[in-house]
């Protein structure tokens, strides 16, 4: 079952690999909105191409997103946006599906992703629930995230903080408090999957390689995505307007047109998280001998294995990416489009979504010139 707490920070220090990361700091001509009847509703055309994955050392990086190394994608539809309130809703009230928060508490399941030994957590915990920031008091060293992160019984999908909140204003926001496992149930009943990371990354660079930000190398501010301003986690000065959750497109789009590929919510990706994905993807391309600047891998699914030091006894872990309405350079930048988390499958958040794409199916439309966001 879900974890009860978050886990403590800390990264795996890694070996950096050079090389697989030169060519263009612009990607090839890549994703137009079709407008034929192949088109899936609500979805973009991404056709695919070869692009820098991660990023090389610097402020803010942490060791998980190195080395930057050249990978490439096919072509795939992607949702505009993240998943809504509202069309999560009508996956539910079509299925009758209960999400992990809703459903009870199994100890002899949750026992297993603790460390041996671990006591059994009063009955009151173990209850239908979800973990939800709460402002942290002054003086809450960074390093405890239990300083802000709060389990909340009651907290799911429909009440995002617990019982005392609602969704009836929130229908056009994101969906948060849905676990790994949810946004596979409501991919497929979609006609769906989620994104590979390398599918999502690809994606969110909206055409420009190897730049730091969705909309470039300018330093983020409170019109660029929903992220918090002031002091994390004691102080938000909701510059942008949320103290939480945005309705989806608030913001402007990527290059392709895509909304909140910074900020917002975390997305879930279908791979397994390992902080050392990428150095090993690095050394096996050098072991088949690829040239450098070539793509080190063509469409990669992520490790058969998850490894995450920050959460060592739970069984798996998926990559979250995109960061949240949480993220701040103080502590989280993690709206850059090569930041990476894990968090086992089964754990809802309060500043977790998802989005979702879609395979090939129908001619694809011509590809075009990815557009450029406007500079400030």
């Not at 009758?96 to 809703?102: L, P």
């Not at 006591?119 to 402002?135: A, H, I, Q, R």
């Not at 089964?346 to 439309?365: E, I, L, N, W, Y």
Request: overall charge negative; glycine content about 10%; hydrophobic content about 35%.
């Amino acid at each position: 079952m879900r974890s009860m707490v978050p886990a403590a920070l800390g990264v795996l220090s890694l070996a950096i690999a050079s090389g697989w990361a030169a060519p263009p700091a612009v990607l090839a001509p890549s994703a137009t909105v079709g407008d034929g009847a192949d088109r899936p509703p609500g979805m973009v055309w991404i056709p695919g191409g070869a692009f820098t994955m991660g990023s090389e050392p610097g402020p803010g990086v942490r060791p998980d997103e190195s080395p930057a190394h050249r990978v490439r994608v096919r072509g795939f539809w992607i949702d505009r946006t993240e998943v809504t309130n509202r069309q999560f809703a009508e996956f539910v009230k079509a299925t009758g599906y209960v999400t992990i928060a809703e459903r009870p508490v199994d100890w002899e399941e949750l026992k297993r992703q603790v460390a041996p030994g671990t006591p059994k957590p009063p009955d009151e915990m173990l209850v239908p629930g979800g973990l939800v920031f709460t402002m942290a008091k002054p003086g809450t060293p960074l390093d405890n995230p239990a300083g802000w992160w709060t389990w909340v019984a009651g907290a799911n999908w429909r009440h995002p903080e617990g019982p005392g909140s609602s969704i009836d204003d929130r229908l056009d926001h994101p969906v948060v408090q849905v676990a790994w496992l949810d946004a596979v149930a409501y991919a497929a009943w979609a006609g769906k999957r989620l994104p590979t990371e390398a599918e999502w990354e690809f994606a969110a660079r909206g055409g420009l390689d190897r730049r730091p930000f969705t909309w470039g190398d300018d330093p983020i501010d409170a019109t660029r995505a929903n992220t918090w301003q002031g002091e994390f986690p004691v102080r938000n000065d909701l510059s942008d307007g949320f103290a939480r959750t945005a309705p989806v497109g608030r913001f402007p789009p990527n290059g392709y047109g895509l909304v909140d590929m910074a900020g917002n919510v975390w997305e879930w990706c279908e791979d397994r998280f390992d902080v050392a994905t990428y150095p090993r993807r690095v050394a096996e391309a050098l072991r088949q001998s690829v040239p450098e600047g070539e793509p080190a891998a063509t469409d990669p699914h992520g490790p058969d294995v998850a490894r995450d030091p920050r959460n060592p006894d739970a069984k798996d872990s998926r990559v979250q990416k995109g960061g949240s309405f949480l993220c701040n350079a103080s502590y989280c930048s993690s709206y850059r489009p090569s930041a990476r988390m894990g968090c086992t499958p089964d754990t809802g958040m309060s500043h977790v979504g998802f989005r979702c794409v879609q395979d090939v199916k129908a001619p694809v439309p011509p590809a075009a010139e990815p557009t450029r966001p406007a500079s400030r």
